[in-house]
């Protein structure tokens, strides 16, 4: 299969994914995909054809680039949630930083709004309104948001960012 990125000479960035052993406990659905899928072996037959083909490889983190391109990108480019996180990948590639920007911010301003309008007192709170899930991740949301974009990359990135808080609230919000 030639891919047509080797005749324009552009780079070629993939997702640094993990599919070793230590991920093998979660399900067995999810076992069966890992060991089947040979990731590795596409990852070295794509670099050593970089090579003979002279064109630049690069793997990156692949940590929160759905969530990113979720909140980021999805609505701004009408496009799907894959293919904003294949521009978060790039963005990444570049050296590109994905700071919290002040729509981002209102957003989740209005998000919380609508959501404690919703909440009337005297029908139970679970599943309607402002869940204590959802409560809890607002929380947490609010004290991140104010100090992420002075944060040091790894610390942007880290497991409990504003994006897996993001992601925690996209995910409540279905």
Not at 29 to 56: D, L, Q, T
Not at 92 to 107: I, P
Not at 154 to 163: D, F, I, L, N, R
Request: proline share 2%; hydrophobic share 40%; glycine share 6%.
């Amino acid at each position: 299969m030639v891919d047509i990125a080797f005749f324009l000479g552009k780079p070629i960035v993939l997702e640094d994914l993990n599919f070793g052993k230590d991920r093998l406990d979660t399900n067995k659905k999810f076992n069966r995909m890992a060991s089947n899928f040979p990731f590795a072996r596409i990852v070295e037959a794509m670099y050593r054809r970089a090579v003979k083909e002279g064109v630049s490889f690069k793997l990156v983190s692949a940590r929160h680039t759905s969530t990113i391109g979720y909140w980021r990108y999805t609505k701004r480019y009408a496009v799907p949630v894959h293919c904003a996180a294949a521009l978060v990948i790039g963005r990444r590639a570049m050296g590109f930083k994905e700071r919290v920007t002040k729509e981002l911010k209102q957003l989740v301003v209005q998000i919380k709004q609508n959501l404690t309008c919703k909440v009337n007192t005297y029908t139970p709170r679970e599943g309607r309104g402002m869940t204590r899930r959802v409560r809890a991740c607002l929380r947490r949301l609010e004290e991140k948001l104010l100090m992420h974009n002075g944060l040091a990359r790894w610390q942007q990135e880290a497991y409990y960012s504003v994006w897996h808080d993001l992601k925690e609230l996209a995910l409540s919000l279905r």
